[in-house]
C-alpha cells in the first residue's frame, strides 16, 4: 500500500509566522503534489514537484514556495503565515507511468490567527 | 481544454438504494479518468480509475463506474448503498502527457437510515 504521511494533521499559527507543512511518500514516487482545499472552491493546485530539486508552480503559487532535497519528501513552506491561508493542506504523489493516479495524505489543517 | 463536471453538489439516497453519483468531462484526447472519496477531515482515497483497458471499471467498498466517451460520461454507481458510504466524491480527470489532474467540485453523498 502507498502511504503518504503529513507532519501534523492540525496546526494553529500566527500571522507573520514562517511555517513547515512536511509530506514523506514511501513508494519511491516521482511526482509529488501540494493542494490546498477550501469549501466551495474545491481542490487547488499550490506546486508540484516531478523530480529532486525540480517544481512547477500550479494554479495558486503566491505566497507559498516548496522544497524537495530527497524524492520521499517534499515541503511546503508559507513564509509570512496571513488569515487567508487558513485551509486544509494535502500532499499528494504519484508515478510517472502508467494512469499518475495520485495517492492522498490525511491532510493538515493550518489555522492562522 | 480539459474540464470535469459534476451534476449535483448533494445527493441524498436511502440506504440500501442505488447510488448514482454523475461526472461529464471535456477533452480532445482519450483521458484518464478517476473516482476519489473523502471522508470528513481525511485526505482522498483512490475508488478507481479508467485506463482504457475496460469501460466498466470495478473499484474498493462495491463502487464501479462506466466509461462512456459518446456521452463523455464516466458516472459512478453502487447498488446498495450503506450509511459508511456518506462522503464527499471527486471525479477527476489527467490526460496524456499531463503531471496533473483536473478535479470536479464534488459530490456530497447523504445516506439517509
Known amino acids: 500500500d502507498v502511504k503518504v504521511t503529513q507532519s501534523s494533521r492540525y496546526l494553529v499559527k500566527r500571522t507573520g509566522e514562517k511555517v513547515f507543512l512536511e509530506c514523506v511518500q514511501d513508494?519511491?514516487?516521482?511526482?509529488m503534489f501540494w493542494y490546498r482545499q477550501d469549501p466551495g472552491l474545491g481542490l487547488r493546485l499550490i506546486y508540484f514537484?516531478?523530480?529532486?530539486?525540480?517544481?512547477e508552480k500550479g494554479d495558486i503559487p503566491e505566497g507559498y514556495s516548496v522544497s524537495r532535497e530527497k524524492k520521499e519528501r517534499f515541503s511546503l513552506i508559507l513564509e509570512s503565515a496571513s488569515t487567508n491561508q487558513t485551509s486544509m493542506y494535502l500532499c499528494?504523489?504519484?508515478?510517472?507511468?502508467?494512469?499518475?493516479?495520485?495517492?492522498f495524505g490525511p491532510g493538515t489543517r493550518l489555522t492562522v490567527t | 481544454a480539459q474540464s470535469v463536471t459534476q451534476l449535483g453538489s448533494h445527493v441524498s439516497v436511502s440506504e440500501g438504494a442505488l447510488v448514482l453519483l454523475r461526472c461529464n468531462y471535456s477533452?480532445?484526447?482519450?483521458?484518464?479518468l478517476f473516482w476519489y472519496v473523502q471522508y470528513p477531515n481525511q485526505g482522498l482515497q483512490l475508488l478507481l480509475k479508467?485506463?482504457?483497458?475496460?469501460?466498466l471499471v470495478k473499484g474498493i467498498n462495491g463502487f464501479e463506474a462506466e466509461f462512456k466517451k459518446s456521452e463523455t460520461s464516466f458516472h459512478l454507481t453502487k447498488p446498495s448503498a450503506h450509511m459508511s458510504d456518506a462522503a464527499e466524491y471527486f471525479c477527476?480527470?489527467?490526460?496524456?502527457?499531463?503531471?496533473?489532474?483536473?478535479f470536479g467540485s464534488g459530490t456530497r453523498l447523504l445516506v439517509r437510515p
Open positions: 479508467y485506463t482504457s483497458a475496460a469501460t
Open positions: 514537484s516531478y523530480d529532486v530539486k525540480m517544481k
Open positions: 477533452s480532445s484526447v482519450p483521458p484518464y
Open positions: 513508494m519511491d514516487h516521482e511526482n
Open positions: 477527476a480527470l489527467r490526460v496524456d502527457s499531463s503531471y496533473k489532474l483536473i
Open positions: 499528494a504523489s504519484s508515478r510517472t507511468q502508467g494512469a499518475r493516479e495520485q495517492y
